[in-house]
């Protein structure tokens, strides 16, 4: 790999020195499309539930390349050969994997861009810093795409053991002092190995699967979809979205330029040109704060009030069942509020609505966590364990919640 002409580390509170490998990583972390995961935070709302949780995105991903570094070494100590090119778009490939992330992480892609998901994103950021470093990233999205022959790989970037969540579960267990997701990443990873190219996990590594799976559960129903989070990541996307209504029939709302272009125009996969990813590329959390702000003052009801209850905190009532709300109750909240405050359906539909979450702890199907036993014959983790638990939290668990305001 290349070398930097001076040793360039950065201090990280999880794992303490992280170094950067090479001068091309050095590069695309001094590149402003990184450069502006700084100031997109890593799980949204929730510093809303877990005041500790101001963490970002730039955090997060200079930790999952931290973990990637330590795989790889510990893949070479097995025998596992992986050449110096492999192993710097390795590094690329987990560093820029959350690149196309918007605002607040998942508001964007709900509401204001019409189904572009994040990682569509990361790919187009992806391709574009490659033409800019002529090409030098090609290996690493191939392997962000799953196109490379060596399928351990794209596991190490994108799978149900890979750096991303190794990662996330204990930073975000640090910021918001929540103790369960504490996993011992590390651990894990020194119980990594390949066989016929794919990821398996040494024997004795299943008590620390088990405590992963069990971790990532928790951190669900505890963090994740903790239900003021909820609450308060719904309200930001009937935020925006209705900003784009009130835009589109030709309100002018005060906002920056990024986020009026956005509002303006109705943006699909087939419309992000290099332009519009440019455009993409100044928009962080601040655009969104700074419009709340703003939109506090609007003669529009529904964008002042959801401006306000976000900036305040003052959110709305939830109520979790494990069955549908009925119609007559949605209508009877949708009536009260549509009373109250002289609104039509349409408009208070924003302050009362349903929905359904689900936590799936770990999947049973071609991705799985294989154990490679001593005699060599690989095995799910789920089938191995004398945990039944572990076969039990492949279940996808549903929930569903209705808000509505806490005044009825």
Not at 43 to 65: D, E, K, N
Not at 208 to 236: G, N, P
Not at 280 to 305: G, P, T, Y
Not at 312 to 321: V, Y
Request: charged content about 25%; aromatic content about 10%.
């Amino acid at each position: 790999m290349q070398s930097i002409n001076e040793l360039k580390i950065i201090n990280d509170p999880i794992y303490g020195f992280i170094t950067i490998p090479s001068t091309l990583i050095f590069q695309l972390i001094e590149h402003p499309y990184f450069q502006r995961l700084r100031r997109i935070t890593q799980m949204g709302l929730s510093y809303l539930v877990y005041p500790g949780a101001q963490h970002t995105r730039f955090h997060h991903a200079l930790g999952a390349m931290f973990l990637m570094q330590r795989t790889v070494q510990i893949l070479r100590v097995k025998n596992i050969e992986i050449s110096e090119d492999e192993e710097e778009a390795l590094y690329i490939a987990i560093l820029l994997h959350d690149i196309g992330h918007g605002p607040f992480s998942h508001a964007m892609e709900l509401s204001i861009v019409e189904n572009v998901s994040h990682e569509q994103i990361s790919l187009m950021f992806m391709s574009k810093l490659n033409r800019e470093f002529n090409g030098q990233l090609g290996l690493a999205i191939r392997i962000f795409k799953n196109e490379y022959h060596r399928k351990f790989m794209h596991q190490l970037v994108s799978g149900q053991l890979d750096m991303d969540r190794l990662d996330y579960l204990r930073r975000d267990s640090f910021y918001t002092g929540v103790p369960e997701g504490n996993i011992n990443s590390q651990r894990l990873i020194a119980m990594l190995n390949v066989k016929d190219d794919m990821l398996v996990v040494e024997e004795k590594g299943i008590y620390s699967v088990e405590k992963f799976i069990v971790a990532r559960r928790l951190m669900y129903w505890q963090v994740y979809l903790h239900k003021t989070s909820l609450v308060a990541e719904q309200l930001l996307l009937r935020l925006l979205k209705r900003a784009k209504e009130l835009t589109q029939n030709g309100l002018r709302l005060p906002a920056s330029d990024a986020l009026s272009f956005f509002l303006n125009q109705s943006i699909a996969p087939d419309d992000f040109n290099e332009d519009v990813l440019n455009t993409f590329a100044k928009l962080d959390d601040h655009d969104i704060i700074s419009a709340m702000k703003s939109w506090c003052a609007s003669e529009d009801f529904v964008l002042r009030e959801l401006s306000s209850m976000l900036l305040n905190r003052n959110l709305l009532k939830i109520k979790l069942k494990n069955r549908p709300f009925s119609r007559e109750i949605v209508q009877k909240k949708l009536d009260q509020v549509i009373k109250q405050h002289n609104l039509s359906q349409k408009e208070a539909s924003y302050f009362v609505f349903e929905g359904a979450i689900s936590n799936q702890a770990y999947r049973m199907d071609n991705d799985a966590i294989n154990l490679i036993k001593k005699n060599g014959k690989i095995v799910d983790v789920a089938k191995a364990s004398d945990q039944l638990n572990i076969e039990a939290l492949s279940q996808k668990v549903i929930k569903y919640y209705l808000c509505y305001p806490k005044s009825h």
